[in-house]
């Protein structure tokens, strides 16, 4: 028994007796609980199977019991807050991505179907076109109609969720990661915003407003004039990135210029495609004809989503790049990339429709390239600069005096900052090999990008920056 329980929980001071005690008297009041959530569960009619709620009521009192049980046994709320939300993150992240990449993934598809449809069989006029393809054991032929079928069929897909999931499992983990994180994941060092609140508030209104906003413009202002459309797209996604960065901490800021974008996409799906397509199927059942502006906007739009997805996918992955974010012309970063990627979205588009400009692919590949010699000259520079000046060691007491005082608060095995549980990210600096060990993630986050602390909350110096530097540019050493 004793080496079962050493496998399934390797912590000594656990007091297993006492545990599985309170687990039973916790029970009898968590499936009480459980029991209400049943027949909430009951009042929504997407939930009518009684299995179904049976095994999410199920489900919910387990945890429930687990989470009365931990308490009981004097694990205080703040760590079962803090365990608990790591791992929603987690999951809601995973969500995100699989749901995201089944919009993106199925919005590739059908503007590739329609790309290669094949349009000039003389055999097959009644079509719009078709196209043979052969994907996982079987061959597959799709057919486009010119117009609406004779008779609607009883099954017909739409692709929706995708986009919906995305959107919401998207909001959750803003709220997770930055509205509940909001003093160390928001405000930005400039001071401008002053309290979380206002942090949050303003996201709100922003996810919002440029939603409205661009609504406006595409609908009134610039309907017939795409190239003033795109001008003013691009000048105002270089202004957001500007005022966002000026507002909040970096990641915020960008993660917001992808949030925003990402709000604008679903609801283009949820507010014009989606009411497009209903007003296509509700004709083609009264045998009208559909309102052809209908169609035309949500074609519009379904164009800018297409362009969007490039940026949007680099703002998701750009929290691992810490050079990007972390620059000091970080929006400038971010609209050049974006830029980048929309040409890059516009030659596959271009080639779709058999006019192939190459020259777009190794043009957007420069402008990367100039992007990153620009972004590093400062770096480039550095190093000689500095040759002279570490002539005198700096010694590993200090550094690690730095570190401990600056870094270690959050990042040590038993964090001391306040409403921090758990290291960041599984950083920890408790020794010196742990600060030789993550050497390069330092210099990365405290050195070249200057994003730890977070708001420089522990108040680390430029001059204790420069220690750290020169210590590791004179080789790391913890003997010095
Ligand atoms: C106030 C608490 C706090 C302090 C002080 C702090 N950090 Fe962090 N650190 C965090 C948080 C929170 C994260 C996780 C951010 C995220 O979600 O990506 C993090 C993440 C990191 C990461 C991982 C980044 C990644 O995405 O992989 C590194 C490396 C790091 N910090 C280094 C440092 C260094 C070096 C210092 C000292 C100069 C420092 N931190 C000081 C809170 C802190």
Redesign the pocket.
Known sequence: MEFFLKIVAPVQSYDFQTFFHNLLLSLPASALLGLLLFFILGAFSGLKSKEQRLYIVIATTIVIAFTAAFYNLGVPTETLFAVYSEWLHLIVRWVHIIVGVAWIGTSFYFNWLDSRLERDDPDFKHLDGYLWSVHSGGFYRIEKLKGPPKKLPKVLHWFKWEAYATWISGFVLLIL?YYL?AS??MLGASGIILTPFQAILISIFLLIGSWLLYDYLCKNVLKDNEQTLIATGVLLFILLSYFLTQIYGS?AAYIHVGAIIGTIMAANVFRVIIPAQRNLVSSAENKQKPNLNLSLEAKNRSIHNNYFTLPVLFIMIS??F?FTYGAVNNWLILAVISIAGILTRHYFNLRNKKQYKFWILPSAGLIMFFLMTLSSLSIFEKKDANASLSLELVSFNEVQNI?KY??G???AKYPT?EG?EAA??G?V?DTAQDIVN?IK??K???IDAEI???NN??G?TKNEREILKVWIEQGANINN
């Open positions: 990661v994180n160390s994941m990641r929290s691992h810490s570190i600056r870094c608060t959050c990042h900052f921090i960041p990210k950083v600096y993550n993630l330092i990365a986050q405290a730890m602390p977070p909350l522990t680390i």
